[in-house]
């Protein structure tokens, strides 16, 4: 049996989650706490996709992070976030391992 596949050459980068929020902070305009919004515990490791385009209700979503920082929305998963940065052109393509540790 052969196992047909696709390679595909999507960057992989690491990031601090201290450094994500400050990020995020920065150029969105709200703090960002990855560790609660998330769910993810200490010495973890999550991957979040930051597609080459964003469309759909991830875009929609993404525009009204963007909006409105901290004044409506209450939910901010790294995925909005991502597209949201995206959205802006701060960030590339890719895989971002979100690192965890404190």
């Given amino acids: 049996m052969n196992l047909k596949h696709t390679v595909k050459n999507n960057p992989i980068y690491e990031v601090d989650y201290h450094d994500f929020g400050e990020y995020v902070e920065k150029h969105l305009g709200f703090h960002y706490d990855f560790v609660n919004e998330n769910e993810v515990g200490n010495d973890s490791t999550t991957p979040v996709e930051c597609?080459?385009?964003?469309?759909?209700?991830?875009?929609?979503?993404?525009?009204?992070?963007?909006?409105?920082?901290?004044?409506?929305?209450?939910?901010?998963?790294?995925?909005?976030?991502?597209?949201?940065l995206r959205l802006k052109g701060l960030v590339e393509p890719g895989t971002y391992l979100i690192n965890v540790c404190w």
């Fill in 51 to 84: 597609p080459d385009v964003v469309d759909g209700i991830t875009k929609t979503m993404a525009e009204e992070l963007i909006k409105d920082t901290e004044e409506k929305v209450t939910w901010r998963p790294a995925s909005t976030v991502m597209a949201a």
